[in-house]
């Protein structure tokens, strides 16, 4: 059985394209502002994935690699 | 094709005897890109990879081996090394465009019929070493005629 990459499929489907980072909050400092963060944390556990971690550092890395070519 | 491993080869050390039949250094993701990151930053590699990289060899295959390297010495298990292995070939080919080298990242499936600079220079060095040997083996009987002592004995014909 001849042996297979699996490299281009695994780079494909990544689609850090399309990978949207969730935006902070900004934080108010207003006086009733609320002190914990109510919303419940299993709502984005898409952002708890090892998947999104390495997305996340692939694209750093596309845009340092854009950058160079267009400099 | 004779060369594979017959069945029941890896049966033949003791379970446990291989780093890859241990529990793997870097259970995470996390710990296997700080690993791969910390190895891949230095001088060393960047310009040995360059070199590889020049050499024409796909970033796929590369990537590949670099994980399966690090599941090989127990470093990670073979999923984590699947996870991290896009962020490699992405690593991998921002050295490229650093070094100012025209890669192939190995993502294409069209087929590359142009042939490559490496093998030609294969193929030359084979060819030129043909060359030398067939010269010194017609040079060699020249030199044996002119080392040919005079013969001295005293039946020796004048």
């Known amino acids: 059985m001849p042996l297979v990459n699996p490299g281009q499929k695994l780079y494909f489907n990544m689609d850090i394209e399309n990978l949207d980072v969730p935006a902070k909050k900004s934080e108010s400092k207003g006086l009733l502002a609320p002190v914990k963060n109510m919303m419940k944390e299993s709502e984005d556990d898409r952002t708890k994935q090892p998947a999104f971690t390495v997305g ?9 690699r854009e950058r160079i070519k267009y400099v | 094709m004779f060369d594979a491993p017959i069945p ?3 049966l033949t050390h003791e379970l446990g005897a291989r780093p890859w039949q241990s529990p793997a250094q870097y259970t995470t993701v996390d710990e296997a890109v700080e690993y791969y990151l910390e190895r891949m930053s230095t001088d060393e590699f960047m310009n040995q ?17 670099i994980q399966l390297a690090g599941v090989m010495d127990g470093k990670h298990s073979v999923d984590v090394g699947m996870l991290v292995m896009p962020l490699l070939m992405e690593m991998i080919m921002l050295i490229g465009d650093n070094a100012g080298v025209n890669y192939d990242s190995g993502l294409t499936d069209a087929p590359n019929n142009t042939t490559k600079d490496t093998l030609i220079e294969a193929v030359r060095k084979e060819m030129q070493e043909k060359i030398n040997e067939a010269e010194e083996e017609s040079k060699e009987p020249e030199q044996e005629e002119i080392e040919e002592e005079p013969k001295s004995g005293l039946m020796a014909r004048r």
Do not use: C, I, W, Y
């Open chain 2, 49 to 65: 990879m360059a070199d590889v990289l020049e050499m024409n060899v796909p970033v796929t295959t590369l990537a590949n081996t």
């Open chain 1, 56 to 64: 996340q550092h692939m694209l750093l890395f596309r845009k340092e």
């Open chain 2, 8 to 10: 029941g080869m890896s």
